[in-house]
């Protein structure tokens, strides 16, 4: 659908694919998550674009997409109930294609103007404290946003954030959970039953996996123990 000029203040969400750089090394894969990204993308906005404000649009270059909630006076807790609910469903349509994704978003202001259009160029403009915050939380904030995560910036302008719980559609009117003094964390896979704690522990468990997994292929590899003629992918790319 097109996407219209905005200006405002908003919650703007950051998502990228999660080792996407991997992917390329595999240019078949790389192309098939691409696809399955703009088309799940394109359908979850599809689905908001008959709705009245607040509704969520946004826009995808090349990994990553920028989703922003157009709105006029709706109170932000309004807008973030709205704009977690269209990532929750973009997190889950991906992961069936075993595509994850790391999600950063932020309130503050916000422009985006498509500013001119012709055969060969299309030039667009995006603008705003809270693009860049998400941007930069995405890709360089300290701690690293981890694969499947999905966090929000604290602001001055959220100061009821610690206390917002989430509503309707299964969410059990859970809060998020803050971590740290800079982030509350949205812990969307266990949105409809289940418990947290297990969740954390689970995911914290990968860590764990990971590095038994490589101490046995070192194990494997320099003691001898390996089986002659067998070459092994890289993990998660097939």
């Known amino acids: 659908m097109p996407l219209d000029s905005y200006r405002g203040t908003t919650f703007v969400a950051f998502a990228d694919i999660s080792g996407f750089k991997e992917m390329m090394k595999h240019r078949e894969r790389?192309?098939?998550?691409?696809?399955?990204?703009?088309?799940?993308?394109?359908?979850v906005l599809e689905s908001q674009k008959n709705r009245p404000e607040?509704?969520?649009?946004?826009?995808?270059?090349?990994?990553?997409?920028v989703l922003f909630v157009r709105h006029a006076h709706s109170p932000w807790t309004e807008t973030l109930q709205l704009l977690l609910e269209v990532i929750r469903d973009l997190n889950?349509?991906?992961?069936?294609?075993?595509?994850?994704?790391?999600?950063?978003?932020?309130?503050?202001?916000?422009?985006?103007?498509?500013?001119?259009?012709?055969?060969?160029?299309?030039?667009?403009?995006?603008?705003?404290?809270?693009?860049?915050?998400?941007f930069l939380d995405n890709t360089a904030?300290?701690?690293?946003?981890?694969?499947?995560q999905c966090?929000?910036?604290?602001?001055?302008?959220?100061?009821?954030?610690?206390?917002?719980?989430?509503?309707?559609?299964?969410?059990?009117?859970?809060k998020l959970r803050p971590v740290g003094k800079r982030h509350f964390y949205y812990d969307w896979p266990?949105?409809?039953?289940?418990n947290i704690d297990d969740f954390l522990a689970d995911y914290c468990d990968t860590y764990t996996l990971k590095y038994t997994g490589m101490l046995e292929v070192l194990r494997k590899w320099a003691l001898g123990h390996?089986?002659?003629g067998r070459r092994r992918g890289i993990p998660g790319i097939h």
């Not at 075993?98 to 012709?118: C, R, V």
């Not at 966090?151 to 859970?174: M, N, P, Q, V, Y």
């Open 30 to 43: 790389a192309a098939l998550a691409l696809d399955q990204f703009y088309s799940v993308g394109y359908d």
């Open 141 to 148: 904030n300290n701690p690293r946003i981890q694969p499947g």
């Open 92 to 134: 889950v349509r991906l992961l069936r294609d075993s595509i994850m994704l790391t999600t950063s978003i932020a309130y503050g202001e916000f422009s985006y103007k498509d500013k001119f259009e012709f055969p060969g160029i299309r030039k667009d403009a995006l603008y705003g404290n809270a693009y860049l915050d998400a």
């Open 151 to 174: 966090r929000i910036l604290s602001a001055s302008e959220l100061g009821g954030l610690k206390d917002f719980r989430l509503t309707g559609h299964g969410l059990r009117a859970r």
């Open 190 to 194: 266990v949105s409809h039953g289940g």
């Open 226 to 228: 390996r089986t002659r």
């Open 54 to 65: 607040p509704r969520v649009e946004g826009l995808f270059v090349s990994d990553a997409g």
